[in-house]
């Protein structure tokens, strides 16, 4: 295990507009249908990329958490477009109902991921995988099983994060394939310290985004990302039932080949609401210095912030932000 000398680079707390950002665009879909049409619409924008053994990295959530992507959405997408994919997630590295493999498949049956295989990548052990460029690690520790398949997609509930500001497709990939005691501990805890969350702020989007990228390396071009904007609490899923209510506007579904093209889309589309539906989640993003997940992605070669949001439910019009959430409403839960 690795753990080099290093200093967080500043600056997390502070939003980049677009325009202030250079290098090459990423293109972005977009869809505002928020439903297992919707899903399977957009997926099949990103589909090529995906073959042979298929991995769906999704958040299954806490037991009874209520924000977690619809199961039936997911199921609808797996029956359609992906017969042979399986559902992969690690195992928790707090002490809760995900703790264990056994505790972790009694939650699952609980939260009704009943209607297609689970791979709980974790239960057999961990395997280091190479982190390149990486200020943090040489290598990072993945749920063993991670490594038999050939392509992933990262199916995300883009939300709030009490630690990270928010969580994204490079969270999901970053601590959600990292094992739950080696990968995890690496990520967020100084060695010897009595506060296993005691890595925060740049630090800890740093070492996160290096994970992520050990994943997004293993796999290449097989592997895509979509973010569901929908029931957006400031909480993650891992919080369940204990959620902060959802104040945040529903907005959509994007995709893309590029994670942080992707997580950029997600962040920008929060950004350009009004200031009374964007207040939590922006105040939840900067208090946590979340934003230093994009830039850092982008230091580290990962993907571009710069991306033409292509609009799929109208004849994939080129749009703006703006003109993307134009259309949300008060969130009523």
């Not at 992605?297 to 109208?314: A, S």
Request: proline fraction near 3%.
């Amino acid at each position: 295990m690795n753990d080099k000398k290093a200093t967080p680079k500043a600056g997390g707390d502070r939003y980049l507009p677009y325009e202030q950002r250079d290098g090459a665009e990423s293109t972005v879909f977009f869809t505002r249908e928020l439903s297992a049409e919707g899903l399977r619409k957009i997926y099949a924008r990103v589909s090529a990329q995906i073959g042979g053994k298929v991995g769906i990295k999704l958040h299954t959530g806490e037991r009874g958490g209520p924000n977690i992507i619809p199961r039936g959405w997911v199921e609808d997408l797996i029956r359609n477009e992906l017969a042979d994919a399986v559902i992969v997630e690690t195992n928790s590295y707090y002490d809760g109902d995900r703790y264990t493999t056994e505790q972790h498949r009694e939650t699952l049956k609980a939260n009704g991921w009943t209607f297609a295989p689970v791979d709980i990548l974790d239960e057999h052990g961990a395997q280091s995988f190479p982190v390149k460029g990486g200020k943090w690690f040489d290598e990072m520790y993945m749920g063993k099983n991670l490594s038999s398949y050939e392509s992933l997609l990262v199916l995300t509930h883009f939300k709030g994060h009490v630690q990270g500001g928010f969580g994204g497709s490079g969270k999901n990939i970053g601590i959600g394939c990292a094992d739950g005691r080696i990968g995890k501990a690496m990520i967020h805890t100084t060695p010897g310290q009595d506060n296993q969350w005691d890595i925060a702020k740049e630090e800890f989007m740093e070492r996160m985004m290096e994970s992520a990228k050990a994943v997004v390396d293993h796999f290449g071009e097989h592997i895509v990302f979509i973010n569901v904007m929908r029931n957006m609490s400031v909480s993650c899923d891992c919080e369940g039932v204990l959620a902060q209510p959802v104040v945040t506007p529903n907005v959509g579904i994007v995709a893309s080949v590029d994670i942080l093209a992707a997580d950029q889309a997600s962040v920008d589309l929060v950004y350009a609401m009004k200031e009374e539906e964007r207040h939590a989640l922006v105040e939840r993003i900067e208090s946590r210095h979340g934003l230093r997940q994009l830039s850092y992605m982008k230091e580290l070669g990962m993907g571009n912030d710069r991306y033409r949001l292509v609009d799929i439910d109208n004849g994939d019009a080129v749009i703006t932000a703006e003109a993307a959430v134009s259309h949300v409403v008060p969130f009523e839960g």
